[in-house]
Structure formats: structure tokens, C-alpha cells
T-cell receptor
């Protein structure tokens, strides 16, 4: 089965700096990767996703990088703001009829004003 | 547009009691999911449904039952609650698997004493 790790429990960054949150997965057949943001007391919120046929995808202030060779993905947040403080999860899935996503344990990002 | 609504938000049960968690979505989504989230762990899939009248087991189905009698509702039942089922439960829905817009509810915090 799939395992998702490389879990850094907490990350503190200065407001305005860039943040990088990392995730590793074990199954080379995984083909879909999602980053979620979870604020305290709320459900996870979709940030950005990437498929295995890509190695980079950009959104608004966020970039996801995928390195299939070493089974690693990262979420980069540019110019981190206090509103970015939350727990960030990566989730990994594979196609072929599977509906299961395997979630990482999450990284708590704290932004220092 | 309410999105995904979970009822109740909080509940305390005694060991052996039963209860049902309700998830309702108003986005006409086919796929619905129940996850549990425990401290320091990622979300784990309990059960899911790919359409009205269908349900399937996820990663941690033991002790839970589900029903999807109406497309917009997905019910999670605990027949005989155990302290190990103390957790935060999240419902999610999406239009199709791995759709970028998978929506989560706000969560139900359940404590079994």
C-alpha cells in the first residue's frame, strides 16, 4: 500500500518569507497529488493538485513540485502571510478505479509577524 | 450555497451507545466520503460512496456502517461506540474521483467516554 511521510510537524517562517513544505510517498504507481490547508476547527481546503505527467504547477502564490524519481513533492508558498498559518497536508492517490487518498500527517505552519 | 454540512458539530457518547452522523451536500456530487482524523495522523478513509444506493469500505471501516439512500446525504453510524472511536470525523464530496474541487465539511468532534 501507500505511505506518505517525511513529516516535519511544525514550521515557523517570518511574514513575507517563502515557505516550503515537503512530502514523500512510497508507491511509484501513485499518479495524483493534492495539497490541502486546514485551519483550526475547520475541514481541509483544497489548495493545488498535480498529476504524475507534470513536475511543476503554479497557483496563486503557491507552487507544487513533483519529483517522481525520488517520490517527493513539495508545496512552496510565496510571501507567506499570517493567513497562511494552518496545517498543510499532502494527499496521494492512484487511478485504476481506486478512490482512496492517502494523507500525510501534516505540517503546522506558523507565520511570525 | 452551503456546500458540505455535517450534523452534529460536537457529541459526547457513553461506551456502547449508538449514534448517526449526517452529511449533506447540495452540489449534486456523486462521490461522498467519511474520514476520521486523529491527533498527529492524517485523515483515514472509513467508508465511501460512488453514488446513490452504493457504499464501500475504506481503510478503517470496522465499527462503522454507512448508508446513501439519497444522493445528497451520506450517513455514518456507530452501533456500539467505543473509546477508540473518539476522533474528529470529516465528510467530503466531489463530482468525480480526483476532481480538483473536493469539498470537506467542517467536522464532527466525537468523544466516547
Amino acid at each position: 500500500g501507500e505511505s506518505v511521510g517525511l513529516h516535519l510537524p511544525t514550521l515557523s517562517v517570518q511574514e513575507g518569507d517563502n515557505s516550503i513544505i515537503n512530502c514523500a510517498y512510497s508507491n511509484s504507481a501513485s499518479d495524483y497529488f493534492i495539497w490541502y490547508k486546514q485551519e483550526s476547527g475547520k475541514g481541509p481546503q483544497f489548495i493545488i493538485d498535480i498529476r504524475s505527467n507534470m513536475d511543476k504547477r503554479q497557483g496563486q502564490r503557491v507552487t507544487v513540485l513533483l519529483n517522481k524519481t525520488v517520490k517527493h513533492l513539495s508545496l512552496q508558498i510565496a510571501a507567506t502571510q499570517p493567513g497562511d498559518s494552518a496545517v498543510y497536508f499532502c494527499a496521494v492517490g492512484s487511478g485504476a478505479g481506486s478512490y482512496q487518498l492517502t494523507f500525510g500527517k501534516g505540517t503546522k505552519l506558523s507565520v511570525i509577524p | 450555497n452551503a456546500g458540505v454540512t455535517q450534523t452534529p458539530k460536537f457529541r459526547v457518547l457513553k461506551t456502547g451507545q449508538s449514534m448517526t452522523l449526517l452529511c449533506a451536500q447540495d452540489m449534486n456530487h456523486e462521490y461522498m466520503y467519511w474520514y476520521r482524523q486523529d491527533p498527529g495522523m492524517g485523515l483515514r478513509l472509513i467508508h465511501y460512496s460512488v453514488g446513490e444506493g452504493t457504499t464501500a469500505k475504506g481503510e478503517v471501516p470496522d465499527g462503522y456502517n454507512v448508508s446513501r439512500l439519497k444522493k445528497q446525504n451520506f450517513l455514518l453510524g456507530l452501533e456500539s461506540a467505543a473509546p477508540s472511536q473518539t476522533s474528529v470525523y470529516f465528510c467530503a464530496s466531489n463530482l468525480r474521483p480526483w476532481n480538483t474541487e473536493a469539498f470537506f465539511g467542517q467536522g464532527t468532534r466525537l468523544t466516547v467516554v
